[in-house]
């Protein structure tokens, strides 16, 4: 019986307990006793307290069966897998899961006399759709085999004890009907709970995104040194051969840094001017009608997926630049198609809605008494902008600006499309730097093997990612936090 | 009189000569700094019609096909030479189809088919995809062997182009993909009217395909589809659910603190990483399969969950305080009172923050590049547990392919991509304009 299959009849024993729960609190509606709670607030008592118990037990049994099993598996996995034709215990074990995962599509007759040669196997499972790795061992299948009927068991047992809880949370719910019982309270504490658990998922995320990279990055750490991954200046990870064991690799995080700041920094050169004045003619000169039109058309720029701007860059941007540069030099360009200054200029372009909306949204907060000091005594416009305004948002601006430059050191697809893949140090923006982003893409996406350092550097340089924005957001929204609170 | 004795007080008190305070030069920069707005915003506003007209005018051609109406012989002795079928209906599968219909279009222009090098040409004049578009015709029905049918087939990718006028065919003939020859067999079929170009419904239809013309978004729109409904599905009631406990219920303590500023951070953490996190919690740990929609909608789900968040909150807030003190005051629990009055005067902005979150998660693609959906998926994911791509995942791939006919696809598959998010963000704002109550 499938855990669906468990789910769905626990799900209709609670509908039935709603409806018998609401029609029986209804009944005893007499009018003789002031009722507490509403008819219905009985039923879904009802309901609650016969679903909630259960659910939480199957998903507690399901895990607790399923690591029992894989535990049991491991244990009777023969020694010498580690000298075998498969590399590590893990992907045995692996395999034995694949048998048993496959056993499921096969019916009663076949279970019986089930080939007991991998290969057989491998190509009766074939033909009902279960693809096998073609390495797999005879000695797997009988450990597959008790892992299966091991798993048939949990799910039996697991099926009947949460029936039983499901009924007997449904008979303790119907015998405390009656016309005082504070179900309302019951129901609406529940509720209260469970909004409380969906306001945790917010922390339970950023927990996960901490721990499953830090504990990938500790593995590697185990493998490269940190001295050698946070200074080496040299990044070239060797993709061996899975399983080969060769790791002699370089994993110096020096050049992508470089290179990921580099693009920022050509990024932010040219959004922040074209930004800042966008949101400062916007907010001092531009006409509401005028502003109605050009605001709206910028933050199409902030709609557009990144996707679309890394094909620009591609498509678009890089061979003119190319062509650009062969037209003046007469020869050969000297700004390659996929180059620092492509990426930076497209990422740049992406950025300008940021910039003006966030700088527009602080220069207007700005007091207009402020504002109308300075032209009183004669300033004109700009110099009010300059003088008086700029200052007072300046601290706002900067935080802004902040907040840019982590998306500008986040930002993936544009430079996976056109920064280039050469991880080197140069100071020339007409060639190409690499991104920790591009790396982390690139160093998993295709077969991988999960344990090789290869691999593992890519959880080294999100987590490196992850604090270095995570800084730069705390401290901007810190700042804008506090200039805020200034003028309100 | 007056006249005269002003005179003379100007010559008396030397009056001082009016300072030069720099009005040309103040107005000038004055001038400059407007000016300098105005570029400002024309660079961007040049930059998003540049961007547009990019991808429009490279891709508006994505949307047809070439096609050639050809009557192809389904010869038996080609199909199935040694009448095998009945006991073998493997003969079916591997039977040479491209040569049928490369023998059809050779009668068709005359070509003996001895001639081997105008052969070649003729057999890159179609795609290859009619070996599965004829097989499923045999397959589905035998007894069509032996008959004549008119059908159309694809023209090969290189011709497609061709046909569009995307070569320039002053270039010599060695250096260009389609031959004088073929050019010419081009001019005779469009002129017979049997070579034209009909409305694309491969782009939405075919799954992956090494070959441009028969490569399409279906298996990626179906892949989309499934991670928006999932999206939709966890992160809208997570989403309210944890913003009503926040702004309802949560008295300022240390633990709404740092639920605060983590959805404010989680909002600004790149998305790549929220790709990691699914690689090693929802593949690794849990043991989800690469690849599926599922793990995709999860990641999404965690993305969009703070921008969803945020909106409600602010949905909420905008309910004045006299609806919650009214509905308390005839007795309503406070839960009854969120339920039953703020959160349906909350609806349309709930909404509205929940659809541009959608349009958030349809166009992100690096996290699904980690989670293994850069995939080559032919056919359709039927469970959102099945291999499947999304659809800026697929603009992605194609736009690594270097083929001229696969800038086409992925401009084009921009092109539907943007219309989607159009779509949404229109739907956002009419709804926001509608429904939105000013208290």
């Known amino acids: ?488 | 009189m007056t006249d005269t004795m002003l005179n003379s007080n100007v010559a008396a008190i030397d009056r001082p000569v009016r300072r030069d305070i720099g009005i040309k030069r103040r107005y000038a920069a004055e001038r400059r700094f407007r000016f300098y707005g105005i570029v400002a915003i024309a660079i961007g506003i040049f930059f998003l019609f540049a961007l547009l007209f990019s991808v429009i005018s490279n891709g508006y051609t994505a949307f047809w096909q070439t096609t050639i109406e050809l009557p192809v012989k389904l010869d038996e002795k080609v199909i199935d030479p040694n009448n095998q079928r009945a006991s073998n209906p493997n003969v079916l599968m591997t039977a040479n189809y491209p040569v049928l219909v490369r023998n059809a279009l050779a009668e068709k222009l005359g070509v003996p088919l001895t001639n081997r090098p105008a052969m070649r040409d003729v057999s890159k004049f179609v795609s290859d995809g009619v070996r599965n578009q004829l097989r499923e015709m045999v397959v589905a029905n035998p007894s069509l062997i032996g008959t004549t049918q008119t059908i159309p087939v694809l023209a090969g990718a290189d011709i497609d182009s061709a046909f569009k006028g995307q070569f320039d065919l002053d270039v010599d003939e060695a250096n260009r993909k389609v031959s004088d020859q073929q050019v010419a067999w081009m001019k005779t079929l469009s002129d017979e009217g049997v070579m034209k170009q009909e409305f694309n419904t491969g782009l939405f239809t075919y799954g992956a395909s090494s070959r441009p013309e028969t490569a399409g978004l279906g298996v990626a729109l179906i892949g989309s589809l499934y991670m928006m409904l999932i999206v939709l599905a966890l992160a809208l009631p997570i989403g309210v659910a944890a913003s009503i406990y926040l702004e309802e219920y949560a008295r300022k303590s240390r633990l709404t603190d740092i639920i605060e500023v983590n959805i404010n951070n989680l909002a600004a953490v790149p998305s790549i990483v929220f790709g990691l996190l699914g690689l090693a919690v929802f593949i690794n740990l849990a043991g989800l399969p690469r690849s599926a929609s599922l793990v995709g909608g999860l990641v999404l789900t965690l993305m969009t969950l703070p921008t969803i968040i945020i909106a409600t909150r602010a949905a909420l807030r905008a309910v004045p305080p006299s609806i919650r003190a009214a509905a308390l005051g005839l007795g309503a629990s406070k839960t009854q009172m969120v339920f039953h009055h703020v959160l349906p005067l909350a609806a349309p902005g709930i909404l509205t923050g929940t659809i541009i979150g959608l349009a958030q998660a349809l166009g992100e693609t690096a996290p699904l590049l980690l989670i293994g959906m850069v995939a080559f998926v032919v056919g359709y994911p039927t469970t959102p547990m099945d291999p499947a791509t999304a659809l800026p995942v697929q603009i992605f791939m194609w736009a690594n392919e270097a083929e001229r006919a696969f800038v086409e696809r992925t401009s084009g598959a921009i092109i539907v991509l943007l219309l989607f998010l159009a779509v949404m963000n229109i739907a956002a704002i009419i709804l926001r304009r509608r429904v939105e109550r000013r208290w």
Do not use: C
Request: hydrophobic share 55%.
């Open chain 1, 1 to 488: 019986m499938s855990v669906l299959l468990v789910l769905l009849i626990v799900l209709g024993i609670g509908f039935v307990g709603f409806f018998i729960g609401r029609r029986r609190a209804g009944a005893q509606d007499a009018g003789k006793v002031k009722v507490h709670s509403r008819a219905h607030y009985h039923g879904w008592w009802v309901f609650l307290v016969s679903v909630l118990p259960a659910v939480l037990f199957i998903a507690i049994w399901s895990a607790a069966s399923s690591i029992y099993l894989e535990r049991s598996a491991e244990a009777s996995l023969p020694a010498q897998t580690a000298e075998s034709v498969v590399a590590s215990r893990s992907l045995a074990l692996g395999m034995v899961q694949g048998i048993a995962d496959g056993l499921d599509r096969l019916d009663p007759a076949e279970m019986q006399n089930l080939p007991q040669s991998y290969g057989e196997l491998r190509s009766l499972l074939g033909s009902k759709g279960v693809a096998l790795a073609s390495e797999g061992q005879d000695y797997m299948i009988p450990i597959a085999q008790r892992w299966h009927s091991g798993a048939a068991v949990a799910r039996t047992i697991g099926a009947g004890i949460a029936f039983a809880l499901a009924i007997a949370g449904l008979i303790f719910g119907l015998s405390g009907i009656h016309p005082r019982a504070r179900a309302r309270n019951n129901v609406e504490r529940v509720v209260l709970w469970g909004l409380l658990a969906a306001s945790t998922i917010a922390i339970l995320t950023t927990v996960g995104i901490v721990f499953s990279m830090l504990f990938q990055t500790i593995n590697f750490f185990s493998v490269v040194s940190p001295w050698n991954f946070f200074f080496g200046t040299v990044w070239d990870p060797r993709f061996a051969d899975a399983g080969a064991g060769a790791t002699a690799g370089q994993f110096g995080l020096i050049p992508l840094l470089a290179g990921t700041l580099y693009i920022a920094l050509v990024a932010m050169l040219f959004a922040v001017p074209v930004g800042l004045f966008a949101a400062i003619y916007m907010a001092e000169y531009a006409s509401p009608k005028v502003r109605s039109i050009v605001k709206p058309l910028l933050e199409i720029l902030a709609g557009i997926p990144t996707i679309v701007y890394g094909f620009f860059a591609l498509v678009t941007v890089g061979p003119f630049l190319r062509d650009l540069s062969a037209a003046i030099s007469g020869g050969p360009g000297f700004i390659m198609a996929q180059s620092v200054l492509t990426a930076g200029l497209v990422m740049g372009i992406m950025l300008i809605p940021f910039v003006s909306s966030l700088s527009d949204d602080i220069i207007t907060a700005v007091p207009g008494t402020m504002r109308d000091g300075s032209l009183g005594l004669g300033a004109t416009r700009s110099e009010t902008v300059k003088r008086v305004i700029l200052p007072a948002a300046l601290p706002g601006i900067v935080g802004a600006l902040l907040l840019t430059a982590s998306r500008a050191i986040g930002e993936t697809m544009i430079v996976v499309l056109a920064a280039g893949v050469a991880a080197r140090l140069t100071v020339n923006p007409f060639e190409a730097m690499t991104t920790i982003t591009v790396k982390i893409v690139n160093q998993l996406t295709g077969d991988l093997e999960f344990n090789s350092p290869q691999t593992l550097v890519a959880f080294a340089l999100g987590i490196t990612l992850f604090f270095l924005t995570l800084a730069m957001n705390i401290f901007a929204l810190y700042i804008v936090r506090k200039y805020r609170e200034q003028y309100e």
